[in-house]
Antibody
């Protein structure tokens, strides 16, 4: 059974870069039947899709993030990553790493989430 | 892109049925049969309960059903149980490899 585990700093200063890691077990980031995503949720609010990466390194992003997001993967460690630049308080949220079925655009496995606060 | 529109809250008594709507547009819900629904209990990660408009993953109760009419998708929960109390989110593909979520609906079981 696939498991995803987010990790990274819980506090980031405004204007700096948020960096998160997702460790995947029970599946491989080289699996060509799925995408690997980041989704976030501000406290008490809805879900926002950030972006996804495929095993080839191909990526897609939410246009609302205005090119601040960058997702990459490391096949040797079976991990994928999120970098979000120029953060503001509006980026404070729970960040989830998520597996998505290829062509179905639905999310079948979620990490437990990691809380990131943007504050000086 | 704009979020899909869901009612902020719905409620029902045990044993009753409720329906949660998810209003989109002709560019997302109305165009693609790629609507999914997620259940989220407090402090937990969301869980997939419906994919591709109406498909129930293995292990999800058959009390959950869903459909789509025009640009509005709907999730129905029948035989409400206390454990169904949670937040529910819809999600739709909107082309160009982008997906969008609804704002979420809080279900209260009275």
């Amino acid at each position: 059974q696939v498991q995803l585990q987010e990790s990274g700093p819980g506090l980031v200063k405004p204007s700096q870069t948020l960096s998160l890691t997702c460790a995947v077990s029970g599946d491989s980031v080289t699996n060509n039947h799925c995408y690997w995503n980041w989704i976030r949720q501000p406290a008490g609010k809805g879900l926002e899709w950030i972006g996804r990466i495929y095993t080839t390194g191909s990526t897609s992003y939410n246009p609302s993030l205005k090119s601040r997001a960058d997702i990459s993967l490391d096949t040797s460690t079976n991990q994928f990553f999120l970098r979000l630049t120029s953060v503001t308080a509006a980026d404070t949220a729970i960040y989830y790493c998520v597996r998505e079925v290829l062509t179905g655009y639905f999310f079948t496995a979620w990490g437990q989430g990691t809380t990131v606060t943007v504050s000086s | 892109q704009s979020a899909l529109t869901q009612p902020a809250s719905v409620s029902g008594s045990p044993g009753q049925s409720i329906t949660i709507s998810c209003a989109g547009s002709s560019s997302d819900v109305g165009y693609y049969n790629l609507v999914s629904w997620y259940q989220q209990h407090p402090g937990r990660a969301p869980k997939l309960i419906i994919s591709e408009v109406h498909k129930r993953p293995s292990g999800v109760s058959n009390r959950f059903s869903a459909s789509k009419s025009g640009s509005t998708a709907s999730l129905t929960i029948s035989g409400l149980q206390a454990e169904d109390e949670a937040d529910y989110f819809c999600c739709s593909y909107m082309g160009n490899s982008i997906v969008v979520f609804g704002g979420g609906t809080k279900l209260t079981v009275l």
